[in-house]
């Protein structure tokens, strides 16, 4: 079955406590992105990677860190996660040159 | 100014009415425009694509005025399983960014 998946879906931690939350896509799709979504804001694109090795910034990247050494794995890293970052992940996937993205189950987070 | 605009609702109407929902952008070089359906805090979802000349796709019909700077979702004949959050989505030129609006709600009511 054609799937993004994260891991884990919810989450609890303190702040301070690196954390990473996993992405994987099994349709071979080049481009992977992160989003956050919080009440009366919407998704908002944290990064976003073109293909292996390849990612850039989008709308609020600070505070997180991604790396993209696979093609089907996509993690977002926190390295010192705080309350602001409490919120709902979602990573998503699309194959280069068309415009549909797939979307992960979500993620949700609590930092305290 | 945000740069995707949606009025959040929510829109109530009952089974079988007409509802339309319109989504405002600020960057007149955007090139791609789309809707997602999210279902409570689920993932969204790509609804359809929205093209200058409109697009239909069975009860749903979009449209796209670059004049005005706005999308439309028109939703016939609504049924109970369309409640959901409409997604307003656009891609700025030149980018492989997506800036998405936060949402308009859709209650179909019995």
């Known amino acids: 079955e054609a799937q993004v998946t994260q891991n884990p879906r919810y989450l609890i931690t303190v702040t301070g406590k690196k954390l990473t939350v996993t992405c994987s896509q099994n349709?071979?799709?080049?481009?992977m992105s992160w989003y956050r979504q919080d009440p009366g804001l919407g998704l908002r694109q944290i990064y976003y990677?073109?293909?292996?090795?390849?990612?850039d910034k989008g709308d609020v990247p600070e505070g997180y860190k991604v790396s993209r050494k696979e093609k089907r794995n996509f993690p977002l890293i926190l390295e010192s996660p705080s309350p602001n970052q409490t919120s709902l992940y979602f990573c998503?996937?699309?194959?280069?040159?068309?415009?549909?993205?797939?979307f992960g189950p979500g993620t949700r987070l609590t930092v305290t | 100014r945000k740069e995707v605009e949606q009025d959040p609702g929510p829109f109530n109407v009952p089974e079988g009415a007409t509802v339309a929902f319109n989504c405002t952008y600020s960057n007149s070089a955007s090139q791609s425009f789309f809707w997602y359906r999210q279902d409570c805090r689920k993932e969204p979802k790509l609804l359809m694509s929205v093209y200058s000349s409109g697009n239909e796709d069975g009860r749903f019909t979009a449209q796209l005025n670059r004049a005005s700077q706005y999308i439309s979702l028109l939703i016939r004949d609504s049924k109970l399983s369309d409640s959901a959050t409409y997604l307003c989505?656009?891609?700025?030129?030149?980018?492989?960014?997506?800036?998405f609006g936060t949402g308009t709600r859709l209650k179909v009511l019995a």
């Open positions: 990677s073109m293909n292996v090795e390849v990612t």
């Open positions: 989505v656009v891609t700025p030129a030149g980018t492989y960014k997506y800036i």
């Open positions: 998503a996937s699309r194959r280069s040159g068309e415009y549909e993205q797939y």
């Open positions: 349709m071979n799709h080049e481009y």
